[in-house]
């Protein structure tokens, strides 16, 4: 591991982090810092400053998106309930029992 610190300008950060949000459906943020030598920990940080100082608004969801986030959740909630039910197991007396 390296104790050197890399100085970067202002630039260069600013062309990594659009370089990463340009292949970021494509590339990972690790391929992206491999790939132009520097660390991911470093880039990470860019791009999160970048889009905290840049936020984007997202569109509201539409009645449809809505509906449909609702009854999703709905049916985690359900599958987080049957799942929690059957982890329970059999009994171990009922075990036995349905053995004889």
């Not at 390296?2 to 391929?31: A, D």
């Not at 992206?32 to 984007?56: C, D, F, M, S, Y």
């Not at 969801?61 to 986030?69: D, K, M, V, Y």
Request: proline share 4%; aromatic share 4%.
């Amino acid at each position: 591991m390296s104790t050197s610190r890399g100085n970067f300008s202002p630039e260069f950060r600013e062309q990594m982090v659009e370089l990463y949000l340009s292949v970021k459906g494509r590339k990972n943020l690790s391929q992206v810092a491999r790939e132009n030598g520097i660390g991911a920990e470093t880039l990470r940080n860019w791009v999160k400053k970048h889009q905290e100082a840049n936020p984007t608004d997202e569109a509201p969801l539409t009645i449809s998106e809505r509906a449909r986030l609702e009854q999703l959740e709905r049916e985690v909630q359900e599958l987080r309930l049957e799942r929690e039910f059957l982890g329970k197991g059999v009994p171990r007396t009922l075990e036995v029992a349905m053995c004889r």
